[in-house]
């Protein structure tokens, strides 16, 4: 079993930047593919970035968002620069336990509690 906690969420202005980071327990975690979805009111979870050898991203968040991992620290990252309101949502973290990213949520074995990201105007 996995465990996921998200941490680094918050209320920040348009243009400013945060850092999430998503603490995995498990031996296995340089294995798994790792990635960030996020969800708003009202909207479905979708898929911002992933990481496993090499990283994907969603076309919104491309150039402003850096997916990484340190595999010691067990620990995934997601800095977000140059914020806008619509990056408003509760971010997960997920693991895929065959180590492949993919873009839909029903893959995921792990998920995070999420943690809230606001961006205002």
């Known amino acids: 079993q996995v465990q996921l906690v998200e941490s680094g969420g918050g209320l920040v202005q348009a243009g400013d930047s945060l850092r999430l980071s998503c603490a995995a327990s498990?031996?296995?975690?340089?294995?798994?593919?790792m990635s960030w979805f996020r969800q708003a009111p009202g909207k479905e979870r979708e898929f911002v970035a992933g990481?496993?050898?090499?990283?994907w991203y969603a076309d919104s968040v491309k150039g402003r968002f850096t997916i990484s991992r340190d595999n010691a620290k067990n620990t995934v990252y997601l800095q977000m620069n140059s914020l806008k309101p619509e990056d408003t949502a509760v971010y997960y973290c997920?693991?895929?336990?065959?180590?492949?990213?993919?873009?839909?949520?029903?893959?995921?074995?792990?998920w995070g509690q999420g943690t809230q990201v606001t961006v205002s105007s």
């Open positions: 498990g031996r296995t975690f340089s294995s798994y593919a």
């Open positions: 990481i496993s050898g090499s990283t």
């Open positions: 997920a693991a895929r336990r065959d180590g492949v990213v993919v873009r839909t949520t029903q893959w995921y074995n792990y």
